[in-house]
């Protein structure tokens, strides 16, 4: 079982990648409901607030302008944890550069950002999920043609069919 820790790990460090192929991972609801592990938080609400974040949730919401946004230097940038208060509005963010840089910053247009990520969470959620749905490590091996690796994720759930 991954960590919440290992998995933004793994995020973050793909997470041009996935965005790039976001055509690909929401036409195949094996990767685009693959569940991520990020802890997204907002105060006052409860937990189960992004439950049902998967990867489909990431991809649609980085295409729009609250999850894919532009620093003051003109430099793109990725949202992969949201956390802050829906009432303040305070807010620190995690974001990812297209060169791996990461940081936390406070993002603008709160209110729009984390209910429209919410929303993505909750349709997803509601949604006809396939049975076995890819894990992230499996949908980025995939994606990256590394066949040998997506091998141990097949032959896993063999195993649990047996």
Known sequence: MTSIIEEQQRLIRSAWLLYENRERILNNPCMAYAPIHVQN????ITDDVFKGATL???????????GRRVDKQGTPF?????SGS?????NKCLIVKENGEEDE?????????WHTFMTLCRRYNEGEKPEEPYCLEEVICRLTGRVEDCMKYINERLDKWR
């Open 41 to 44: 938080c907002l105060a006052y």
């Open 56 to 66: 489909g949730t990431y991809v649609e919401w980085w295409a729009t302008e609250l």
């Open 78 to 82: 990725l949202v992969v944890r949201i």
């Open 86 to 90: 829906p009432l303040s509005g305070g």
């Open 105 to 113: 910053i406070w993002l603008e247009r709160w209110p729009s950002t």
